[in-house]
């Protein structure tokens, strides 16, 4: 079967770092991506790796390792507005496979 | 630039009526695929299209059809609505390049079957 496992809420403090986990079992694997979605808004995107090792774009980074297949997002510098549902999805063709959604509330 | 743009943003429904939602891709993308999402939940792949054509389907039953246009905009039709149809529609455009095929999304439909 196809599925993907990510922590159902996480909660931070402003300033801080986190790290969102995502485990995932599909029967195919083009990559794994990262989506931020604000409360019922347009899931934007933030990060994509097709291959092991960290990509890093300003605050955000995110890694992958295929042999285990395991991934996570890194948040530094956390801000209020970071606030919302953080997906990990993974491509199998042309489809994406959603996990469930990590719900981060950041604190001050 | 604009991006993925859909319409409507909202819509309410009765069982069994027939809905139509519509999508224009982000500048320059050629292909579009559809999700729902139901509330507290990620997006479920309902199909792809490219070049007009249905390129991949996920679970969904025969109700869920669409159509691509030769401008590269999509429509979603649900035909026999049913209560559980009720949820965010997402539309998302990607240009096919290679292996990596980023989708980006519209702020999508949500549509209300009563």
């Known amino acids: 079967g196809q599925s993907l496992e990510q922590p159902s809420e996480v909660t931070a403090v402003e300033g801080a770092i986190v790290q969102i986990n995502c485990t995932y079992q599909t029967s195919g694997f083009y990559g794994l991506s990262w989506y931020q979605q604000h409360d019922g808004g347009a899931p934007t995107f933030l990060s994509y790796n097709a291959l092991d090792g960290l990509e890093e774009t300003g605050r955000f980074s995110s890694f992958l390792s295929r042999s285990d297949s395991y991934g996570y997002l890194l948040l530094q510098e956390l801000q209020m507005k970071d606030s919302a549902s953080y997906f990990c999805?993974?491509?199998?063709?042309?489809?994406?496979?959603f996990g469930q959604g990590t719900e981060l509330s950041v604190k001050p | 630039d604009a991006g993925v743009t859909q319409s409507p943003t909202h819509l309410i429904k009765t069982r069994g009526q027939q809905v139509t939602l519509r999508c224009s891709p982000k500048?320059?993308?050629?292909?579009v695929s559809w999700y729902q999402q139901a509330l507290g939940q990620g997006p479920q792949f309902i199909f792809q299209?490219?070049?007009?054509?249905?390129?991949q389907r996920g679970n969904f039953p025969d109700r869920f059809s669409g159509h691509q246009f030769p401008n590269y905009s999509s429509e979603l039709n649900v035909n026999a609505l049913l209560l559980g149809d009720s949820a965010l529609y997402l539309c998302a455009s990607s240009l096919a390049i290679g292996l990596q095929e980023t989708q980006y999304f519209g702020p999508g439909t949500r549509l209300l079957v009563l």
């Open positions: 999805a993974v491509r199998e063709g042309g489809k994406l496979i």
């Open positions: 500048s320059g993308h050629d292909t």
């Open positions: 299209y490219y070049e007009e054509e249905e390129r």
